[in-house]
């Protein structure tokens, strides 16, 4: 029997390199997404341009608990991925209102929704190494306590929480992936790797002459979406639900990151980089490092990618966008090798 999968957050980084993982395993995908997007499919369903006629998406709202409960009394999902959030931090800042409502609200909606009318479908929820916030030891593992610093994180601790409590008074199959940051070419503009790996690609080419950044010094572990939704997949198809931390236990700061990817270029990053208090939040979280040994011995997970791939990959695929854009020849410009 063909499985079936929803996806919340299908049109996202994540969402879209999951639904590819999915629809290759014979998977039977459903996306559910914002009617705004299903009514500029152009501009809001772009990552997953190539999947349209392979994915089913249905229009819905994570602050409507009718629209929720309608898409799910009609489908027998086998596995439900929520990853639909306001996910930026700096936003969460300037509106947390917003961010908790949608992302508290949000995932409980979807687990009563499950719990409802599907409690034996599989349930994995987005949590995030935001919540380790201040941290308590590094690196951080599964049992490394929550200390959020943002309106984000603490909208993560709380999905978090509700999420293992259903495992435990619900007796659902319901797992907390604790992902670390993972990035790619899919990532939006307001990150600060696509943010630097755009900008030095626009730079290489004329098109800008500084790149404006907050605080150089933050450190973080970055690895490849690719990889992490991998990991998604496998938390799922385990005998018995858990939480895992997914990380590659590897931390470079901000400034680190500028200098690979001017470098790939063959740009001194300190020549265009330009303090911008703007960009600077309130409150920091300064160094994230995972130890993901739970998730390599148990799931059998580990990353594909080093940094400098994802560096690499990311600088690469935006010179390429921005070459063709401006209609000059592709060429991987001072590639190093
Ligand atoms: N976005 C941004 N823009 N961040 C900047 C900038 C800037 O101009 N300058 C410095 N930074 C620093 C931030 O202060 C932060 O310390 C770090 O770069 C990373 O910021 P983001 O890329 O915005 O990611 P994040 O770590 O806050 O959150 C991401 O990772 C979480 C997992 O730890 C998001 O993907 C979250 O949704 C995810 O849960």
Same mark, same amino acid.
């Given at each position: 029997m063909t499985k079936k999968a929803l996806i919340t957050g299908i049109t996202g980084q994540d969402g879209s390199y999951l639904a590819e993982e999915l629809l290759q395993r014979g998977y039977e995908v459903h996306g559910l997404v914002r009617r705004v997007a299903l009514e500029a499919p152009q501009r809001r369903t772009e990552r997953i341009a190539h999947l349209l006629d392979k994915v089913i998406l249905h229009p819905a709202s994570l602050e409507s608990y009718p629209s929720i409960f309608h898409i799910v009394s009609r489908y027998d999902f086998d596995e439900c991925y929520h990853l639909a959030a306001q996910s930026f931090v700096a936003e969460s800042f300037a509106d947390g209102f917003s961010t908790m409502n949608t992302n508290i609200n949000g995932t409980h909606y979807m687990l009563a929704a499950f719990r409802e009318l599907r409690p034996q479908c599989r349930f994995y929820f987005a949590g995030s190494s935001e919540m380790f916030g201040k941290v308590r030891e590094v690196p951080q593992s599964e049992s490394t306590p929550f200390h959020p610093r943002s309106p984000y994180g603490i909208s993560k601790v709380a999905g978090f929480d509700l999420t293992r409590n259903y495992r435990e008074a619900y007796d659902m199959f319901c797992v907390n992936g604790i992902l670390f940051n993972h990035e790619g070419p899919r990532r939006g503009f307001e990150f600060v790797t696509r943010k630097i790996s755009h900008t030095v690609a626009r730079i290489k080419l004329g098109l800008?002459?500084?790149?404006?950044?907050?605080?150089?010094?933050?450190?973080?572990?970055?690895?490849?979406?690719?990889?992490? #939704?991998?990991?998604?997949?496998?938390?799922?198809?385990?005998?018995?639900?858990?939480?895992?931390?997914?990380?590659?236990?590897?931390?470079?700061?901000?400034?680190?990151?500028?200098?690979?990817?001017?470098?790939?270029?063959?740009?001194?990053?300190?020549?265009? #980089?330009?303090?911008?208090?703007?960009?600077?939040?309130?409150?920091?979280?300064?160094?994230?490092?995972?130890?993901?040994?739970?998730?390599?011995?148990?799931?059998?997970?580990?990353?594909?990618?080093?940094?400098?791939?994802? #560096?690499?990959?990311?600088?690469?695929?935006?010179?390429?966008?921005?070459?063709?854009?401006?209609?000059?020849?592709?060429?991987?410009?001072?590639?190093?090798?």
């Open positions: 800008a002459s500084k790149l404006r950044l907050g605080n150089l010094e933050a450190q973080r572990d970055w690895g490849h979406a690719q990889d992490y #939704v991998q990991a998604m997949y496998l938390m799922l198809q385990q005998p018995e639900p858990d939480d895992y931390v997914i990380a590659t236990g590897e931390s470079h700061s901000v400034g680190e990151f500028c200098d690979r990817a001017f470098a790939e270029l063959n740009l001194d990053y300190r020549k265009y #980089v330009v303090i911008d208090e703007r960009f600077r939040r309130p409150a920091e979280v300064d160094q994230l490092v995972g130890d993901s040994t739970k998730a390599r011995k148990v799931l059998g997970w580990r990353p594909k990618y080093t940094f400098d791939e994802l #560096v690499r990959e990311m600088v690469q695929s935006d010179l390429e966008a921005l070459s063709r854009a401006e209609g000059r020849e592709i060429s991987r410009l001072g590639s190093v090798p």
